[in-house]
């Protein structure tokens, strides 16, 4: 999920992968895009959204391996 902003208000969409919070780890892409579908329709239906439910809505699958999750690798990209 990405990370809470300073002011804990708003959510950072555009924060590097490496701020990202790791919520889960899944074999496949596609275990990963169903439960993160899962996650997405359970909150969805509200009307106003907590700081949770937006991080939720803004999640994003990513491989282990993608060089973006790592600080050091953030400016190559």
Do not use: F
């Not at 790791?22 to 996650?39: F, Q």
């Amino acid at each position: 999920m990405p990370p809470v902003s300073q002011s804990q208000q708003s959510i950072e969409k555009n924060a590097p992968l490496s701020r990202w919070e790791t919520i889960g780890s899944y074999d496949t892409a596609d275990a990963c895009t169903n439960e993160l579908a899962k996650l997405t329709t359970l909150v969805a239906g509200n009307i106003t959204y907590s700081l949770i439910q937006r991080r939720t809505l803004a999640g994003k699958c990513v491989a282990a391996d993608d060089p973006r999750l790592h600080a050091d690798n953030y400016d190559a990209y």
